[in-house]
Nanobody, 121 residues
Framework: VQLQASGGGLVQAGGSLRLSCAAS????????MGWFRQAPGKEREFVSA????????DYGDSVKGRFTISRDIAKNTVYLQMNRLKPEDTGVYYC???????????????WGQGTQVTVSS
């Protein structure tokens, strides 16, 4: 599966952005899908995931209650709605797909190219 992330940009603290991850080659219902982010000088961090059947979601502690992951099977796309953004949310956001575990970057098989999110204070 190939993943194409988009939707990043520059936003003020408190604002919102919606990231998209368009998949091609295989349907996303074959994979657990997720989002990670990486700030300069830091390790890649788990942000959110949605299960293969769409029945369960998971979030990193720092984004719970502010971010929402969803998917559109017809468009073969996963979304990350980010609300009440904070400067510490700044980083490159990567979408990910894996048949098994997508909550740790160590186990992800497929990565998108990343999209930059910058939150100004």
């Amino acid at each position: 599966v190939q993943l194409q992330a988009s939707g990043g940009g520059l936003v003020q603290a408190g604002g919102s952005l919606r990231l998209s991850c368009a998949a091609s080659g295989r349907t996303i219902s074959n994979y657990h899908m997720g989002w990670f982010r990486q700030a300069p000088g830091k390790e890649r961090e788990f942000v959110s995931a949605i299960s293969r059947n769409g029945g369960s979601t998971d979030y990193g502690d720092s984004v719970k209650g502010r971010f929402t992951i969803s998917r559109d099977i017809a468009k073969n796309t996963v979304y990350l709605q980010m609300n009440r953004l904070k400067p510490e949310d700044t980083g490159v956001y990567y979408c990910a797909a894996d048949r098994n575990i997508v909550t740790s970057p160590r186990f992800v098989d497929y990565w998108g190219q990343g999209t930059q999110v910058t939150v100004s204070s």
